[in-house]
Every structure is written in structure tokens, then in C-alpha cells.
């Protein structure tokens, strides 16, 4: 039976290189994006939903699928307003994942971060952790929690601060051992390749995946 997906955030790094994989995968005969804007050149097996995402319940009646990937987040440069970050890291996928839920689609799988936790003093990591915890309250049957490190990968536009960040952390990355690997960088490419395995392994299961088990799963 041919599958029909959703993505979130497929103008980003990491939903880009998702998207062209699902676009070639023959197990999807559809593909919906929910966007501000339109990406060109798209396909016909790709139907794209242009809006504001803080509003995302507006496409409740379109939001149906096998399964959803939500690639969202902003950064605290791009989004300097805390209010306005914590609407799109933690409003948007939390907003998906209760309407993934009232439409029972049975497999939701979501970027976080490394550090994600709702205790924590941190404003970003706080937000990832809430934002977790608010993902797994829907209790979607496969639910799939992603927490890489610092994602390295071709980006449309340009991050100075991650470029520098990459370029120490590449420099790291051979005393990074044992309990340390998950801090190692993670390319988008193997993250978008382990959401992919996931999706369809249908583990029945609600999973919070570390970077370094994420680089395990996309070599399967």
C-alpha cells in the first residue's frame, strides 16, 4: 500500500534532503508540505499547503497522512524574540502532534535537540524539553523523538556562528569516545536517513533517539 507524508519545515537543511528522499522512495505516492512559502520545481506527487504555521490548525481537514515529519526550528539569532521562538520550536510541532492525533495518523517523528529537557535553566533547551514532553502527552502509537547535536551540513544561508562551532567540533572529533559520541557532529543527511528508517519500522513505541544512535540507524 503506497503511503502519504507530511513535512514540516522542508525548506530547512535537514527537511530539504528529506524531502528529495521521500520524493524518490517508491513506498510514497504523496507528499504534503505545510510552508509560508512555495518551494518551486516540486513534482506532482508533492502538494504544498502555504500559510502561517502559528495557525496550523486552520489545516486540520488537509493534515492527514501514513506519517509526519517535523523538521521546524528556528535559531536564537534568526528568532531573537524569546516569545516568538518558543511559538515556533515548541507551538508548532506540539500543534502537529495533536492534530496528527485527532487525525489518526500513527507515526510522528520530530527534530529536537541534544540537552532537550523542561527543567533545565537554559531557555533553548528548556523550550526542546517541553516541546518533547508536550509530543509524547498525544500518545501517538510511533512516536519518534530526534535529539542530534550540532548539525552539520550545506545551508542556504549562512550561520557564523555554526560555521565556527563546526569547524572546533570537527577538530574534537577524534577524542569524542565511549559515552562521548553523541556530542560528535552529525551531517543532515544521516539524520534524514534514520527518520526514514523509522518511519518504517513501525516500532510501536514512543523513542527519544541520541546523535549518536541516530548515526546507527541511517546506516541500515
Not at 528529495?20 to 506532482?44: A, Q
Not at 521562538?85 to 510541532?93: A, C, F, R, S, V
Not at 502537529?96 to 492525533?101: E, F, I, P, Q, V
Amino acid at each position: 500500500m503506497k503511503k502519504t507524508a507530511i513535512i514540516l519545515g522542508a525548506s530547512g537543511l535537514t527537511g530539504t534532503i528529506l524531502l528529495h528522499k521521500l520524493i524518490e522512495d517508491k513506498r510514497y505516492e504523496s507528499i504534503k508540505l505545510f510552508s509560508r512559502s512555495k518551494i518551486e520545481k516540486l513534482p506532482n506527487k508533492v502538494t504544498q499547503f502555504i500559510g502561517n504555521l502559528l495557525e496550523l490548525e486552520k489545516f486540520k481537514v488537509d493534515f492527514t497522512a501514513d506519517e509526519v515529519f517535523c523538521c521546524i526550528g528556528t535559531t536564537a539569532k534568526k528568532t531573537p524574540d524569546k516569545k516568538r521562538y518558543k511559538q515556533i520550536d515548541y507551538g508548532i510541532p506540539v500543534t502537529a502532534a495533536k492534530l496528527a492525533k485527532e487525525n489518526n495518523i500513527e507515526t510522528f517523528l520530530v527534530i529536537s535537540s541534544m540537552g532537550a529537557n523542561k527543567r533545565s535553566t537554559i531557555f533553548y533547551n528548556k523550550t526542546k524539553g517541553e516541546m518533547e514532553y508536550a509530543v509524547l502527552q498525544q500518545r501517538i502509537k510511533n512516536s519518534f523523538i530526534l535529539r542530534p547535536s550540532l548539525i552539520s551540513g550545506e545551508r542556504k544561508e549562512q550561520r557564523i556562528g555554526e560555521k565556527i562551532a563546526l569547524v572546533v567540533f570537527k577538530l574534537m572529533q577524534p577524542l569524542l569516545i565511549g559515552n562521548l559520541k553523541q556530542y560528535k557532529t552529525i551531517d543532515a543527511e544521516n539524520i534524514a536517513k534514520a527518520m526514514l528508517y523509522l518511519a518504517n519500522k513501525k516500532m510501536n513505541a514512543e523513542v527519544i533517539i541520541t546523535s549518536n544512535q541516530i548515526l546507527k540507524l541511517s546506516k541500515k
